[in-house]
């Protein structure tokens, strides 16, 4: 009996390349001169990001949407989204005059819920419900299924799938010279799937490998155990990419396209957004820069190579910058916070300056509140470090003074209850 190809078809993928015609940007691959010398090969990047939405996602939301009889449209549309595919549904609703309602989580950027609102303008209800995604999907899945209306899946989808397929065609329309590597963002695994099947049909040869935050990865570990796995938790900072399950289609198209699967700590993703903001003037969301924040992980191996990353998101708030940077000094070693014992005498805080503080070290945070008739009094400090070989002698000289102290980076619980 013939195995069944569990890919979609390049021929449907043509088609949606044509619905999308007038309404998705054929967006630009650019080779990166910074990231081509940083690896020794050819980095290119394809700037999903200056999508007419910021993001690939109007592709499938519009695609799909569009293969849907007139008359059952009339009922209007419904989604569930942490914030990209939403704005896709969004403009496609505008742009079709048809009514939907979208299902985003509580804590979805309020950048992204202003979007979405621009983007649907009077044809779109968004309605926010729960703390992650799949939170907000049940709900949207609950109404749709009461209601009738047509379900747009983020990623769960042959029409979904084969629009996000189309940035592949415009690929290799790009590029005349082989593609060895294509780093891609994984979240439910709508566009792994679809530049997947273009890929493996049209360019064998090409490597393709898939990026998930470490947060939540859920893609990795359904194709180490076989079958589609369900996380109890997730991080939801890369909110683009943070689900707890991905789709059966794409983990059947994932199993057959996927060649390696790649984490990446959310620190990392922080430190690749600052990377690409501060070196390039590029802005991406978390999302957007996992494929490039992947890229140290594999140096050896692109080596002289031809290596496409899709920078996938655009849709930063800005209100989470510091969080942002916050993180990435943590990442790189830099930001330590302690509790440290002060003796509750004069003097002290200035002795601490004087004989521990390092020249470049410098205090960011400190919170101290003196308790009367106690020798010692604790403070939360944070201590920013120019290098991350030198927290070594800051607690070396804490040490010698017989500073009674305790790190807060290497203690999770105590780090998230207190910082």
């Given at each position: 009996m013939t195995a069944v190809n569990p890919l979609v078809s390049v021929e449907n993928l043509y088609k949606a390349k044509v619905r999308l015609n007038g309404i998705a940007l054929n967006t630009p691959l650019q080779r990166n001169f910074n990231l081509s010398a940083?690896?020794?090969?050819?980095?290119?990047?394809?700037?999903?990001?200056?999508?007419?939405?910021?993001?690939?996602k109007i592709r499938g939301a519009y695609n799909k949407m569009a293969s849907v009889p007139r008359e059952k449209l009339e009922k209007g549309v419904v989604c569930a989204s942490a914030g990209n595919h939403a704005q896709g549904v969004a403009y496609a609703c505008s742009a079709m005059g048809v009514k939907g309602k979208i299902y985003m989580p509580s804590v979805t950027p309020s950048q992204k819920v202003k979007k979405v609102k621009l983007f649907g303008q009077d044809y779109v209800e968004v309605i926010l419900t729960g703390d992650t995604f799949d939170?907000?999907?049940?709900?949207?899945?609950?109404?749709?299924?009461?209601?009738?209306?047509?379900?747009?899946?983020?990623?769960?989808?042959?029409?979904?799938?084969?629009?996000?397929?189309?940035?592949?065609?415009?690929?290799?329309e790009s590029l005349t010279e082989p593609i060895d590597y294509l780093f891609v963002t994984v979240g439910g695994g709508g566009l792994i799937s679809g530049l997947g099947s273009c890929f493996k049909q049209l360019s064998p040869q090409t490597k393709i490998i898939g990026v998930e935050p470490k947060g939540a990865p859920a893609m990795q570990k359904s194709l180490r155990e076989n079958k589609?796995?369900?996380?109890?938790?997730?991080?939801?900072?890369?909110?683009?990419?943070?689900?707890?399950?991905?789709?059966?289609?794409?983990?059947?198209i994932g199993k057959e396209v996927i060649d390696d699967m790649i984490l990446v700590s959310e620190g990392k993703v922080c430190?690749?957004?600052?990377?690409?903001?501060?070196?390039?003037?590029i802005v991406t969301e978390p999302a957007?820069?996992?494929?490039?924040?992947?890229?140290?992980?594999?140096?050896?191996?692109?080596?002289?190579?031809?290596?496409v990353c899709i920078v996938c998101g655009s849709n930063n708030d800005i209100t989470r910058t510091e969080e942002i940077k916050e993180r990435s000094l943590l990442y790189?070693?830099?930001?330590?916070?302690?509790?440290?014992?002060?003796?509750?005498?004069?003097?002290?805080?200035?002795?601490?300056?004087?004989e521990v503080l390092g020249e470049t070290d410098d205090i960011t945070h400190f919170e101290y509140t003196k308790k009367h008739n106690r020798a010692l009094g604790p403070a939360l400090v944070g201590i920013q470090v120019r290098a991350s070989e030198d927290l070594q002698g800051l607690k070396d000289?804490?040490?010698?003074?017989?500073?009674?102290?305790?790190?807060?980076?290497?203690?999770p619980l105590l780090f998230q209850m207190l910082v």
């Open positions: 940083e690896y020794g090969c050819n980095v290119w990047l394809k700037r999903e990001d200056l999508q007419t939405v910021r993001s690939f939170d907000s999907f049940a709900a949207a899945k609950a109404y749709s299924e009461t209601h009738g209306t047509v379900f747009v899946h983020p990623f769960d989808d042959d029409k979904t799938i084969e629009g996000q397929g189309t940035i592949g065609l415009e690929i290799l589609i796995v369900t996380l109890d938790t997730i991080d939801s900072f890369v909110d683009g990419a943070a689900v707890k399950r991905v789709g059966e289609r794409t983990f059947a430190t690749t957004i600052l990377k690409m903001y501060n070196e390039e003037g957007g820069a996992l494929g490039i924040a992947a890229l140290d992980s594999f140096r050896s191996e692109i080596k002289g190579k031809n290596v790189e070693g830099l930001k330590h916070y302690f509790v440290i014992s002060f003796p509750q005498r004069a003097g002290a805080l200035r002795e601490f300056l004087n000289r804490m040490r010698a003074q017989g500073i009674d102290f305790q790190s807060l980076n290497d203690n």
